[in-house]
């Protein structure tokens, strides 16, 4: 990574919802199938077998990352699964040879069906509206300026015990607003985003 100049960049300490794009991936897909298995007990093949069938980690992960062309000549988009799997999801993994039972695989088969259904219910019903874009702000506010003192807001602190800091930086992104600010505070400076600042 060094050999081709690639440097890390990390969010701003105490601000989560920076990573909020990917996370709410996961979360499209840990939640639900945490509700509809429970405390199920799935074989690793299984467990593949009821991803693959509802299609939700194959709808998240073949999303194009590089520009899609009409051209048929025009290689295949990056996805997220090329980079993780070197492959498409579109083809099958190898799983390990189950011993095959007629009666227990019928059993297993409505089993992983039943999972499936209940998946793609709450799915539909609990994440897929989320997906829709829902513009919270719809004006600009002031934005900092360097010298401004503000309060700072930590977790499990009273409003009255939150600190105060003099910002001391601002750290423009690449669309010219910032985002987050260095403060000088009583215990020396810390970056916090500007969603922490009163």
Not at 22 to 42: F, H, M, S, T
Not at 165 to 194: A, H, Y
Request: glycine share 4%; hydrophobic share 35%.
């Amino acid at each position: 990574m060094a050999s081709k100049e690639i440097k890390w960049k990390f969010i701003v300490e105490r601000s989560p919802w920076r990573g909020g794009w990917w996370e709410r991936l996961i979360r499209n897909v840990k939640e639900p199938l945490r509700k509809v298995l429970g405390k199920a007990l799935l074989s690793y093949a299984e467990l593949t077998t009821v991803l693959i069938i509802t299609r939700i980690e194959v709808l998240i992960n073949t999303r194009p990352l590089t520009t899609v062309r009409d051209d048929v000549r025009d290689p295949t988009p990056i996805t997220p699964a090329h980079l993780a799997l070197e492959r498409s999801l579109f083809d099958l993994p190898d799983l390990e040879e189950v011993p095959v039972n007629e009666e227990t695989t019928t059993q297993r088969y409505l089993y992983q069906k039943r999972f499936v259904n209940h998946f793609w219910k709450r799915w539909r019903g609990e994440c897929l509206h989320q997906l829709s874009i829902r513009p919270k702000w719809n004006e600009e506010q002031p934005a900092l300026s360097v010298g401004d003192v503000v309060l700072i807001s930590e977790d499990n602190v009273s409003r009255g015990k939150w600190p105060m800091g003099r910002v001391e930086k601002l750290f423009p992104e690449k669309d010219g607003l910032v985002r987050s600010v260095e403060l000088k505070t009583q215990k020396g400076n810390r970056c916090r985003p500007i969603q922490r600042l009163h």
